[in-house]
């Protein structure tokens, strides 16, 4: 498991050993507070669900340091859903 943060590749894929740490820290608050893992792994070891969830492309940080899941970003992307709305 902590091998993955040994190697360079899982560094730059985040951006940096800051954006790294963040992200595995803020992920790890929102797995102890419930959420759920976005990858099927047989362990209960939040940081090796954490790593995978990165080299899975599962996670990322936004522009605001927040986590955000690809959903997330679908969703974001997408804009408000203004077709209810009485303009």
Known sequence: ???ELKEEAI???VGGRFKLS???Q???VQLNQGSRALVHVD???KMAIVLQEIM???IFLNMQNEV???DDYAAYAEG???SSMDL
């Open 26 to 28: 803020k992920r790890l």
């Open 43 to 45: 362990t209960h070891d």
């Open 56 to 58: 899975q492309d599962k």
């Open 68 to 70: 955000m899941t690809l």
């Open 1 to 3: 498991m902590l091998e």
């Open 11 to 13: 560094v730059k894929k």
């Open 80 to 82: 408000p859903d203004l």
């Open 22 to 24: 963040t992200l595995i």
